[in-house]
């Protein structure tokens, strides 16, 4: 297992075998996600009092014009605070749009690094970098395997890059970027 610790998250890059699950969304454990072969993002911290809530493990079915026949994985991480405060990580393969958009007056965003992901944007409510935040959300973020498949190796579908995407309620910008 390879373990890396960036500014945002631990990335851990696994190439084991992907988990049998059935179509749809599969309760899982943070160990399934060592089984997969994508790229998957873990917080290296978490505010006090959070805990995890939920892992979920599905499958993106290949289309008529791709070989193989495989199944590609994608994941789902939510974490919960205290009251309703929340942390979660999504991953998509292809088909995103944009998450970051919120039409409020009282929202602002702001780039963050991180070694790995550079750069994340991210917008939040109410405006303000200090103070506990009600929603924090992340672009999608391309992990290194999506930038070389897409990028160097112009494959038309990723097969092992993702997208990640970040979300948080209740916790301040500072802890998101922890």
């Known amino acids: ?3 890396v610790r960036p500014a945002v998250l631990i990335l851990s890059a696994l190439c084991l ?3 049998g699950a059935s179509s749809g969304q599969a309760r899982a454990t943070l160990d399934d996600l060592k089984k997969l072969e994508i790229t998957c993002l873990v917080p290296g911290y978490l505010p006090k009092g959070f805990h995890l809530n ?3 493990i599905s499958y993106d079915e290949p289309g008529p014009n791709e070989s193989g026949g495989g199944r590609f994985p994608l994941y789902n991480l939510e974490y919960k605070g205290v009251g309703k405060a929340s ?3 999504d991953s998509a393969r292809e088909g995103i ?3 970051n958009f919120m039409e409020t007056e009282d929202s602002e965003e702001t780039e963050l690094h991180s070694p790995l992901l550079d750069p994340v944007d991210i917008v939040y409510t109410p405006k303000g970098k200090t103070g506990v935040k009600k ?3 992340a672009n999608w973020a391309e992990d290194a395997n999506m930038k070389r498949e897409t990028g160097t190796e112009h494959l038309p579908h990723p ?3 993702r997208f990640h995407g970040l979300s948080a309620s209740g916790i301040t910008v500072a ?3 922890k």
């Open 1 to 3: 297992m390879q373990v």
């Open 17 to 19: 075998v992907a988990l």
């Open 54 to 56: 939920k892992v979920s």
């Open 87 to 89: 942390f979660s990580i």
């Open 97 to 99: 749009g944009d998450r």
């Open 135 to 137: 929603e924090i959300i």
């Open 159 to 161: 097969l092992l890059g």
């Open 175 to 177: 802890e998101f970027a």
